[in-house]
Every structure is written in structure tokens, then in C-alpha cells.
């Protein structure tokens, strides 16, 4: 197969490691000793793409309301069978998400609810992309906020990309200033790199950490691609040279995680499935302390049209799925989560009314969970619209009253220390007197 020389530049100089090609030269140095940056925080990102239900998610069960719009779907009050696990008198959590209970006790676990973006699109596609950018309605930008963030946070060399042209350089394609640094600051989880993670700060997308550069023939690998692949790159120069050089870099560091011999702390079980794999290699990485700040991993299926259930069903499983994992997280890290704020988000809510279908369709605000040792947790925070028709947005949705955008900006100004943050967030500018005090 040919290989376009110039494509892994397109988004951003790592991106030719997503093509899930991991050729066999990249085995023979991946377990050896290496150096490592220091400890840092780390930000991970959880996408729930298709529109999670907020108020199944973590119900008002303190409002009336709420059950007189849906018929067979609510969860049930406290107490009850199947009931909500009380947080504070009137909201929930979904009796599928106990496993966050005791985090949400000891003050571990935060929920922003009421959240979501100022535009109205019911477009998954557009609402997405809207939210990796962090520009809702403006379909000009192309990077990611979390890209931004990288580029606006100093890295091991003490600078940014905006420190002026030259650095920026030498930040997207791997010349001195990454020498000093992490190419390996933000990570997704899984084939392609996703919108949030695009731009000229280095991402790097890996499908499985356990195929990572690693095999034989017998496992699907050809070891004849490392003199294909290694006169492609070393017989380059300029940016090629220079992004070869930083993804050589990056597979240089990644020999300390050792992804075939990795076991989570004693009586840690990960959820199977894609999801759960993600996690765990996030941990994997977060321990082997590669100099990871951003990592980001989707979990699909929440796009509950038909027989989404209440205590029971689709949206159960799936939010057993979503619990476990950040539970298994959270215990596999350990004392590391003192440094690391997991954070959910989903491109908006759904309809407070369920259909005729038994299902809910695309709405407007939703809710976000803030997990880790920075978080000042224990709380629901956000002003609550309500449910009555005339507090709904346009009579059928959770209004939104807190800005997707300024949880994003709280975490990206004092947990990252972004020196620029105002660059992260284009035509939002930032006001500590929005942030939803996430964060203690």
C-alpha cells in the first residue's frame, strides 16, 4: 500500500501513528528503559457521543414535574425498588451509577447539570463539532479546544505556542523546543484523532496500546514495513525529518508502559469492551508518566429514540459501562488521581417528555461529571431552571444555564495553568464569575 509522505502532517505531526500500521521496528525499542518528564496534572477527556440524558443521568427526583412528563422511564424516587441514589434531597444519581456513589461522598465527584451549548442545533454532527472546538455557531474553526489548551499551556521547555512563530514551529513538527519536551502531552484513545485534539500542538491518536508497534506476521504485523516505513521518514528532511523524529521520540517513551505486561491495582476490574480498554491504557499511561496532559476516549450508544428504560434497560447498561469504568479509573490510579480531573460531556441533553416510543429525542442542556483529587465535590452545581413548561427551552428541553464553555475554561485556567487561556476559547471571553466552582 502506498503511503502518502505528507498526510500525517494534516492533523498535527503525530497523526501518521493512528493509521494502524504499527510497524515492526517500533517492537524491538518499545519495553526498554527510558528517561522520563516529570509529574504533571493531567486532564481526561470522556465524549458520550449521541446525546446523554441528563435527567435519567441524575434525576430531579425532587420535582414533581419530572414524573409527570415521563410515563415509564423515570427513576423512581429514593427508597423505592430500582429507586435514585440520593445526593442532596432532590437530585440522583441513576441507580446504574452507584459505583460513583462514594466518590460523590467523599467530596471526589462533582455534577454540573443544566449544562450544555447556546445553540439550538438538535444536529448531533454540528453539536459535536461545536463542542470539540468550544465556538458553537461558528463552523470557521477547525482546531480543538483541547489542542488549544495544550498550545496555550507551558510544556517541559517552559514555553507555548504562543510564545511566537518559530516556537510554534518547532511545537507542530518536532524540532528543539520538543526536544526538551512530551510528544506524547495529548492522546486519544482509539483510530483517529478526534476534532478536540487537531491543531498545531503534537496529538497523538493510538487504536489499541496493545498492537501499538507490536508483533508478527502471526498477529497481522509485517516486519517488512520497517525498511519501507524507515527509508520514508529517515530519508526526509525538514518537517518530515522533524515530525519522523518526534513520533520516534514518542515511541521512545511509550517503552516504560509496557502494554502486554500491565496489571491494574489489586481488585480493579475495567468494564469489557471498548470503553473499558480505553480507560485502562489511560491508566497505563498516566502511571508510566510519559508526560501525558490530555487524554480523550468516546463511549458511544446514548441516542435513546426507542425503549431507552428506567431503573432498567439500553440507557442502564450503558450507564453501568460509563460507572464501572470511571470507578475502575479512579482505584487504578490511586494516589495519581491527587493530579487528574476526569471530565464527561455529551453534545446536548434530550427531551424532558419521553415519546411515544418510550425513547426521548434530541434536546438542549444535559449534565457533566467532574471527577478526581483537584475536584470540589460532594455538590450539584449550576443554577437549576426547572422543569415547569415555561422554564423549558422552547417548552420541551432542559434550559441550559451554565455554558459548556466556561466548565471547559475552568479546568483548562486552574488545572492546567494555561498562561493564554483566552486563546483557548475564541469569542468567549473568560470570566472566573461563570466558572461553575468545579474545582477547589
Known amino acids: 500500500m502506498a503511503i502518502e509522505r505528507r498526510m500525517f502532517l494534516k492533523h498535527g505531526a503525530l497523526a501518521f501513528l493512528s493509521l494502524g500500521l504499527p510497524p515492526a521496528f517500533l ?31 441524575v434525576p430531579p427526583f425532587g420535582e414533581s414535574a419530572y ?44 455534577i454540573v447539570h443544566a449544562c450544555g451549548s447556546p445553540h439550538p442545533t438538535r444536529s ?16 470557521g474553526v477547525r482546531d480543538g479546544w483541547l489542542n ?47 476534532l478536540a485534539l487537531r491543531g498545531a500542538a503534537p496529538a497523538l491518536a493510538i487504536p489499541d496500546l496493545e498492537r501499538f508497534g507490536i508483533g508478527t506476521r502471526r498477529r497481522g504485523v509485517d516486519p517488512g514495513a520497517e525498511s519501507a516505513l524507515a527509508e520514508l521518514y529517515r530519508g526526509e528532511e525538514g518537517l518530515i525529518a522533524g515530525a519522523a523524529d518526534e513520533s520516534f521520540d514518542a515511541v521512545d517513551r511509550l517503552r516504560r508502559a509496557d502494554p502486554l505486561r500491565y496489571e491494574p491495582a489489586t481488585g480493579v476490574e475495567y468494564p469489557a469492551g471498548p470503553f473499558g480498554r480505553s480507560l485502562r491504557q489511560i491508566a497505563q499511561l498516566v502511571k508510566a508518566d510519559v508526560g501525558l496532559e490530555v487524554a480523550f476516549a468516546d463511549v458511544g450508544g446514548w441516542d435513546t429514540h426507542q425503549a431507552q428504560g428506567g431503573s432498567g434497560g439500553q440507557l442502564a447498561i450503558r450507564l453501568a459501562q460509563l460507572g464501572q469504568g470511571l470507578r475502575a479509573l479512579h482505584d487504578d490510579l490511586g494516589d495519581r488521581m491527587e493530579d487528574v480531573v476526569v471530565l464527561t460531556m455529551s453534545e446536548f441533553g434530550r427531551t424532558v417528555a419521553e415519546n ?75 470570566d472566573p464569575a461563570r466558572f461553575p466552582a468545579i474545582l477547589a
Open 124 to 139: 448531533h454532527f454540528e453539536a459535536q463539532d461545536y463542542m470539540e472546538t468550544a465556538a458553537p455557531g461558528d463552523r
Open 27 to 57: 517492537a524491538r525499542t518499545l519495553f526498554a528503559e527510558s528517561g522520563a518528564p516529570r509529574r504533571g496534572r493531567t486532564l481526561i477527556c470522556i465524549f458520550q457521543r449521541g446525546a446523554v440524558d441528563g435527567l435519567a443521568m
Open 148 to 194: 488549544r489548551a495544550l498550545a496555550a499551556t507551558p510544556c517541559d521547555c517552559g514555553r507555548t505556542l504562543a510564545d511566537g512563530p518559530a516556537h510554534a514551529a518547532d511545537h507542530a513538527v518536532g524540532q528543539a523546543a520538543l526536544a526538551e519536551s512530551s510528544p506524547l502531552r495529548g492522546i486519544a484513545v482509539g483510530g483517529d484523532l478526534p
Open 67 to 110: 414524573y409527570g412528563t415521563r410515563r415509564t422511564i423515570a427513576i423512581p424516587q429514593p427508597g423505592a425498588a430500582g429507586g435514585a441514589i440520593d445526593l442532596d434531597g432532590f437530585f440522583g444519581l441513576h441507580p446504574a451509577l452507584e459505583p460513583l456513589a462514594p466518590l460523590y461522598r467523599s467530596r471526589e465527584l462533582a
Open 356 to 430: 411515544g416510543t418510550g425513547g426521548t429525542d434530541h434536546g438542549h442542556g444535559t449534565c457533566m461529571l467532574a471527577l478526581g483529587g483537584p475536584v470540589h465535590g460532594g455538590r450539584v452545581l449550576g443554577p437549576w431552571p426547572g422543569l415547569d413548561p415555561d422554564a423549558l427551552h422552547e417548552r420541551r428541553d432542559l434550559a441550559v444555564t451554565t455554558d459548556f464553555r466556561d466548565v471547559f475554561a475552568e479546568i483548562v485556567v486552574r488545572h492546567l495553568e494555561a498562561e493564554r487561556p483566552a486563546a483557548v476559547f475564541p469569542g468567549h471571553p473568560i
